[in-house]
């Protein structure tokens, strides 16, 4: 039988949870991190081992899998008081699983290669469902010993594996243009869609010529049918994408790189979060133009 | 045997010569003009019928589709010396299938109305080779009694036929809406592959990832397999989109509707116009980023 060995997940929100799941459901021995201790519940009820610290987490496993929020939680589970560091064996590799700035994974790379251990600069597509399902999008790029050391588990979590290059950092560069396009296209979909109902057409007509026609993208068949029902409960929140579109917008400043498209759809988030919408699913970005136009949006 | 009516096809460009061949094709007395003669030559040795003039046109049938490029160009072949509409006997119906401003189509069919003639606001999608397959998508908004009339023209030539209401004028907003989606997502497309490459990705590994991703859309699967190839022969000119965007624009201004994502891609197309792109395939829009940020293309 094939050895499976043990993976730490540290940030066990909807994405670790899923990537948790799968892996427990295939045979590893898992250890999980999370600072909700109801989330560190449900992982043990599921068999995974639960650990007081990430330094403890990391002292039983040689991959490491972060999903945490952001670039500072990474910062702060690997680096901090009794972070990962501590307890992780040379050799070892983390799978540096959220979205962050292409930059911070660079450094990344180089803060623990000083410590003997490989950076996977590896971001995730496809949301809870596909986490949970093992069957998430990823983004991959690290040295050819590092891909080596995490094939097994890359090949239990996710069934698309895209392999960018060697370069830690690249990963998160494919990230975030896939998100900037993810931002774009989602509010374009909202401007066009409002700007349909403020046009006096029926907006699941539209819904349905677009979907058909040369207007089409992945975010507009996901998320107007969403607006179509009124339904505005949280799968995506809305400052994700905001978040995303501005780590964004500040790699492309760093290379005088003229992002206008991007920084326009960006303003749209900026201000849809400034009327409170921030939490509520990403969709809801059309609220925005429901203020600005005083169009009606279809009811739940 | 089904009663094929005589059709009217004026302007037989790409779209038009598609639509009169397909109908040649399905049994249709097919009479066309334009005024390239050899476009005329290739419908007449196909089996058409040619004509002098439109108004000589009209004469023969009592349903008249126009795919000329503009709402000036309609307005002259109905209304000007010789126009359809002096032909044209009372109770006949013109489909008019360029794509114009929804308020030059409300108009439109009150001019029409007065000499007792019915409009089809009706324009079409899909490109010259779905035209020639008769499996365009159209956009259809008329009086019930336009649309029983064109009904056996409409299922020649159009699999897709979505009929947005009963208004003229509505067929030409939802274009006009699909079509600024459309404008985005390429616009967006163009923005995201050239930062990508002035990252230094690899531009292939970035449209395998985007085309399995959250940030895929139509007009990125089909557009940046040409920028792969390098490949800017215009299939559909850089211009159309330009002139699309600027008609949403109008029409998005008359009801003070913020269209800001739609404002900064129109610009951008207007920048690669202004640098001599207008008339090549629209995929060249991402040579106005080759020019600022000083990326290296894909060559053919």
Known sequence: MEHKPAVGVIGIGQMGMGVAMTLLRKGFPVRVRDLRRE?????????????????????GCAVIITLVVNAEQTDSVMF????????????????????????YAQGLALRLGERGVLLLDAPVSGGP????????????AGEAAAMDQCRPVLEA????????????????KAKIVNNMLAGVNLA?????????????????????????????????????????AGDYAPRAALEILTKDLSILLDAARELN????????????????????????????LIKLYQTLAGIELPQR
């Open 39 to 59: 989330a560190e519940d449900e992982a043990r009820a599921a068999g995974a081992t639960t650990c007081a610290t990430p330094a403890e987490l990391a002292r």
């Open 257 to 284: 790189f003229p992002a206008n498209i991007a920084q326009a759809a960006h303003q749209a988030y900026v201000d849809a979060v400034a009327l409170g919408h921030g939490a509520e699913d990403d969709a809801a």
């Open 80 to 103: 901090g008081a009794d972070g990962a560091l501590a307890g992780l064996a040379r050799g070892g590799v983390v799978m540096m699983s959220s979205t962050v700035a292409p930059s």
């Open 129 to 140: 469902a596909r986490a949970h399902a093992g069957t998430m999008s990823m983004m991959l």
């Open 188 to 228: 374009a979909a909202c401007e066009a869609m409002a700007l349909a109902i403020k046009l006096g057409l029926d907006p699941r007509a539209i819904a349905e010529v677009v979907s058909a026609s040369s207007g089409a993208s992945w975010m507009f068949s996901d998320r107007m049918p969403r607006v179509l």
């Open 157 to 172: 979590i996710a069934d698309k594996r895209f392999h960018i290059g060697e370069r830690a950092g690249d990963g998160s």
